[in-house]
């Protein structure tokens, strides 16, 4: 570049100035938005920081106290989901990719993906519809027989709207996403390695134990963070099926559940006025920060194998 | 070469064993197994609705059954084949079941926004607004408006400077920026919706005073989950286009931008249509920016600038949650409108996914 070497630079023309700038522009407004995405939520939300239950009527005492239990809330849903989420999409994605026929495979795949094309508040009115009242009858009599086992300590949801319920929701939402990413991982397995499992008799459970999982083990991982992170921050679904009390308890069957972050702001938001509005945001920061950090440890994971290119 | 031993009877009465088939279940074994457990599980909850008059569950018992199959196919297979196809069987039952698992929230889904969505599916839902509709009636032509003008709007926004980046990162970007602006869009790929819906909420109140709702807000919060979208989907569809494509561009002596506009995008705009038509179908549904930004309104409103702004999925939200009275009214606009967003979606995903079969650019492969 510097003027020392003989490097022969190409002839610029104004069109080549113009179409490299504007380039160049658009690249720096990803730069620009999102440095003023974390701008104006910071400003928004310092003066609530710091507030308390005389500026802002939905806090009881101060801001840190409110968002506790809505992070718990968060997390605690997320994790439920993901739970349920992982064993599934890796099911799904062998069947996909190692049992199902070759011809059925990409449109099983396509089938898969449709459910990532439904809008979250149409799960949201499905799981209020249908899953609540289908699954209302499994918890009462979880709760009667397995009563003694903590999370399914008593007295039961009438209603079934429970956060085992919005967790089974969440799950089937972040299922097309690690699904999709695990049956990439698993496509990419090289042939040889599967071959020579098969060939040494090893039968097909034995040969994806030996050869794809392990091969496979980091796009498990970076699947279930990304997934976390989608189930982290997704509202609408949780916002309608869940009835919230704001309580703190890990029972997931009973009447009183913990919040959510997202689902806090939806409820809250368009009836917000004065500091709260500034409370919520603080809140979104901080759903912001939370995700922020599990995504990059996701990208961390993908990092480190950097063939694989599956994360979007 | 006595004539005393006797000739070999055992051959002719004992058939000599199929090595290849010996020791393992008959091919319909795993039907038969899965059609008994079935029965049983049926017959237990026939029993059960007997005993307390209930109606007989068919869910339930198609469900215990397939929950019956996993162990007992284990169990014959563990007899008659041995511990390590008897492990691969029940993991072929436990990844057949997975796949199976996945499709009762979607196929039960699209049975019950049909069937409810159809209730108000009528010439009426299209062509009114809810503007001083109380009950029965009214429809959601104000939300179809809404969401097409905001979503159209995100998209004139997001489109140029999506494609402008991915251009950027692929034939331009060297270096710190480039490796910075890529890793801020795998960032912004992160944003959760609500927040992308605070963050314009809050740069538009800061300009604009508190409280302010608008369409233009809406369309910013959508285009700050779009933009990262389009990016990653078109950079991933430029990295394709062979680099011998450009250099002979090159070597002809047509100018960098002219090979871009004229060589790069054309090959792969069937991959850059489908992926921008994706991500359109991916904002369109979402509800949580929308209800904070753009807020929601009864009445028909073109303006982008002035006023709040009802969306479809919005719309869905607001009249589940605030059913009047009777709330079958509430509810069945709610579904019909669920059902014209999932139809939608659908055209979108079915129009990217045709574009790109029809207009993909033919290699030779």
């Known amino acids: ?101 070759r011809r059925l495979a990409s449109v099983l795949g396509y089938i898969v993906d449709l459910l990532a094309a439904v809008p979250s508040v149409v799960f949201g009115l499905w799981g209020i519809g249908v899953l609540a009242p289908a699954v209302q009858p499994v918890y009462s009599w979880l709760v009667d027989n397995f009563g003694w086992f903590p999370l399914f300590a008593g007295p039961v949801s009438g209603t079934g709207r429970t956060i085992l319920t919005a967790a089974i929701v969440l799950a089937v939402m972040v299922l097309p996403i690690m699904t999709a990413i695990c049956r990439e991982v698993f ?87 004065g500091m709260n509005v500034n409370v919520l945001i603080a809140t979104g920061l901080i759903l912001f920060i939370v995700t922020f950090v599990v995504n990059a440890i996701a990208r961390w994971i993908v990092s480190r194998r950097k063939e694989f290119s599956g994360a979007n | 070469m006595s004539v005393t031993t006797k000739p070999e009877p055992t051959a002719t009465a004992v058939p000599i064993e199929n090595s290849l088939t010996a020791g393992r279940l008959p091919t319909p074994a795993p039907w038969m197994i899965l059609g008994a457990a079935i029965l049983v599980a049926a017959a237990i909850f026939g029993v059960l609705a007997l005993a307390d ?14 929950v019956l199959y996993i162990p007992s196919i284990w169990l014959f297979s563990m007899l008659v084949e041995g511990r390590r196809r008897a492990m691969d069987r029940l993991v072929t039952a436990l990844v057949t079941g997975a796949f199976v698992l996945a499709m009762i929230p979607l196929i039960s889904l699209t049975i019950t926004v049909i069937t409810f969505g159809l209730n108000r599916f009528d010439v009426d839902f299209f062509t009114m607004s809810m503007r001083n509709v109380t009950g029965e009636g009214g429809g959601v032509l104000h939300a179809i ?36 602006i890529t890793f801020l869009v795998d ?27 608008t369409g233009i807000a809406g369309a910013v919060a959508l285009s700050v989950l779009m933009i990262p979208v389009v990016v990653r989907s078109s950079e991933e569809m430029l990295r394709l286009v062979p680099n011998e494509l450009r250099e002979a561009a090159f070597a002809l002596g047509v100018p960098k931008w002219l090979t871009i506009v004229k060589v790069v995008l054309p090959t792969s705009i069937a991959g850059i249509t489908t992926g921008i038509m994706l ?33 479809l999925p919005v719309f869905v939200y607001t009249q589940y949650a605030n059913q009047g009275n009777p709330p079958e009214a509430y509810l069945d606009r709610a579904w019909a409108a669920a059902l014209t967003l999932i139809l939608i979606v659908m055209a979108l995903n079915l129009i990217a996914r045709l574009v790109a079969k029809f207009f993909a650019p033919k290699f030779g492969r």
């Open chain 2, 279 to 311: 991500s359109i179908s991916r904002v369109i549904g979402e509800t949580a920016p929308l209800l904070i930004a753009a807020g929601f309104t009864q009445s028909m409103n073109w303006n982008l600038f002035d006023g709040r702004m009802s969306s």
């Open chain 2, 145 to 180: 408006v809404g969401t097409v003008l905001m979503t159209g709007t995100a998209a004139i926004i997001s489109i140029p400077i999506g494609l402008m980046t991915s251009i950027y990162l692929v034939e331009y970007g060297r270096g710190r920026l480039a490796r910075g």
């Open chain 2, 53 to 66: 008059g209930s109606e007989f569950n068919w869910g339930g018992a198609l469900l215990v059954g397939a």
């Open chain 1, 1 to 101: 570049m510097s003027t020392a070497t003989t490097a022969i630079k190409a002839k610029q023309r104004p069109g080549d100035r113009v179409f490299s700038g504007s380039a160049v522009f658009a690249g720096s407004m990803i730069l620009v938005t999102l440095a003023a995405v974390a701008v104006f939520l910071i400003v928004q939300s310092l003066p609530a920081l710091i507030a308390s239950h005389e500026d802002a009527s939905i806090l009881t005492d101060n801001f840190w106290n409110y968002v506790g239990p809505l992070l718990f809330g968060t997390v605690w849903a997320a994790a439920l989901a993901l739970l349920m989420a992982i064993p599934v999409s890796i099911g799904i994605a062998l069947f996909i990719s190692h049992y199902a026929p």
């Open chain 2, 187 to 213: 960032v912004m790929t992160g944003i959760p919706s609500i927040v992308a819906g605070l963050f314009a909420y809050a740069l538009f109140s800061i300009f604009l005073g508190p409280g302010t709702r």
């Open chain 1, 187 to 273: 496509l990419q397995t090289p042939v040889l390695h599967e071959e020579a499992a098969l060939a040494l008799g090893a039968t097909r459970w034995e040969m994806i134990r030996t050869a794809v999982l392990p091969f496979g083990r980091s796009g498990i991982v970076s699947a279930a963070v990304l997934g976390l992170g989608r189930a982290l921050g997704e509202t609408m679904a949780v916002a309608m099926v869940l009835s919230a009390s704001g309580a703190v308890t890990f029972k997931l069957l009973t009447s009183v559940n913990p919040s959510t972050i997202a689902a806090n702001i939806a409820l809250t938001f368009p009836e917000a006025y």
